[in-house]
């Protein structure tokens, strides 16, 4: 079985300031993973993916993470966090196109 | 990215009346699609797997007879949720993957309240 762990269930950031949002994730096989943006009441946007290849992913809206199979990590960060970032974040490991997500994280930008 | 719509975006119902929410995929075809279901400030739950030409698979828990998918076209799933009750109030999300990659495509989601 697939799972992932969102560390931090709520994030405060000032305006400016470094993001970052931790996910954890286990896995039998070779993950694929996810980082989704939501805002209220809207669906799901992807900001980024890994599956193979370069462990350093970029994303949009400035946001990147890193796969770190030895840490079986994929935090998100984002250098500068701005106003338009407050939202709530979701990892997620795939499994055959079936989705497995963290409990999320709220993003709260402080002016 | 792909576009995936769902209808209605909002949808409020008595109590044992049964609701439809449609998925489409606008610009490409999805063989299977997926639903969620999310509580206020928790995380997706997945329900089924919604495969066109074939049964939909549920997800251990979710009671099949209670929430009908139907994969009516290459484009267009339907969730029904039978006989809702209070306790069905969520917000249900579809989503497809293009195929190719393993990138899931969500749509808006569908709020839906029992009265």
């Known amino acids: 079985a697939q799972s992932v762990t969102q560390l931090g269930s709520h994030v405060s950031v000032s305006e400016g300031a470094l993001v970052l949002l931790r996910c954890n994730y286990s896995?039998?096989?070779?993950?694929?993973l996810f980082w989704y943006v939501q805002y209220p009441n809207q669906g799901l946007q992807l900001l980024l993916k890994?599956?193979?290849?370069?462990?350093l992913v970029k994303g949009i809206n400035g946001f990147e993470a890193e796969f770190k199979k030895s840490e079986t990590s994929f935090h998100l960060t984002k250098p500068s966090a701005h106003m338009s970032d407050a939202a709530e974040y979701f990892c997620?490991?795939?499994?055959?196109?079936?989705?497995?997500f963290g409990a999320g994280t709220t993003v709260t930008v402080r002016a | 990215g792909a576009v995936v719509s769902q209808h209605p975006s909002r949808v409020i119902c008595k109590s044992g009346t049964s609701v439809k929410i449609e998925c489409r995929s606008l610009?490409?075809?999805?063989?299977?699609m997926f639903w969620y279901r999310q509580f206020p400030k928790q995380s997706l739950m997945l329900m089924a797997t919604?495969?066109?030409?074939?049964?939909?698979?549920?997800e251990q828990g979710v009671e099949k007879d209670k929430f009908l998918i139907n994969h009516a076209s290459l484009t267009l799933s339907t969730l029904t949720v039978t006989s809702a009750h209070p306790e069905d109030s969520s917000f249900y999300i579809c989503?497809?993957?293009?195929?190719?990659?393993?990138?899931?495509?969500f749509g808006p989601g569908t709020r839906l309240t029992v009265l």
């Open positions: 896995s039998s096989v070779p993950p694929y």
């Open positions: 610009d490409f075809q999805a063989t299977t």
């Open positions: 890994y599956t193979t290849g370069a462990t």
């Open positions: 989503s497809a993957p293009t195929g190719y990659t393993d990138t899931q495509y």
């Open positions: 919604s495969n066109e030409g074939s049964k939909a698979t549920y």
């Open positions: 997620a490991v795939s499994n055959d196109y079936k989705l497995s």
